[in-house]
């Protein structure tokens, strides 16, 4: 599928309510998590020793909560693209959750919501529901039932 594509920063306001994606899938590796815990000082076993978390709650390492949410930017290039903007600035984030723990070797994909738009001086701020989405083939849809992360993401969009 490809990316939906904004030519303009205004173009989003007729958006409200279109559902995004999915984009492609990513493979979540043992090694981008190592890097994440280095780079954030957090090595909890559940992370980082996949021995100690084969016997754990989880059976496996599984990926922090803040590197799933960090992966956005990467997995949104295949949901959704913004021409007509010198520059597209993180607002900040509305609510983020983690229904479920993201195991290492997983596959994920992402998809999204414009859930708000409206236009200020400084350009466009939009809203957008993002859904990080685990690949099980086990399933009619081939996703698992609850997502590894929701996560209401705040942009403005500052035209060119």
Do not use: K
């Not at 205004?10 to 994440?36: I, K, M, S, Y």
């Not at 989405?133 to 997502?147: K, M, N, Y």
């Amino acid at each position: 599928m490809s990316p939906r594509a904004f030519d303009r920063p205004t173009d989003v306001l007729a958006a409200v309510g279109e559902q995004l994606g999915p984009g492609g899938w990513f493979r979540l590796t043992q090694q981008r998590v190592d890097t994440f815990a280095e780079a954030t000082d957090d090595h909890q076993w559940i992370h980082v020793d996949p021995e100690r978390a084969a016997a754990g709650p989880f059976g496996t390492t599984v990926a922090h909560g803040y590197l799933t949410l960090s992966l956005l930017p990467a997995l949104s290039a295949d949901v959704v693209t913004w021409a007509g903007c010198s520059a597209r600035i993180n607002y900040g984030s509305d609510r983020v959750r983690y229904p479920r723990p993201l195991p290492v070797g997983s596959r994920i994909r992402a998809r999204a919501e414009v859930v708000d738009a409206s236009e200020t001086t400084a350009g466009v701020h939009v809203l957008l529901r993002w859904t990080v989405e685990i690949e099980d083939l086990s399933t009619q849809s081939g996703v698992a039932a609850r997502p590894a992360c929701v996560a209401e993401i705040r942009t403005l969009l500052v035209p060119a």
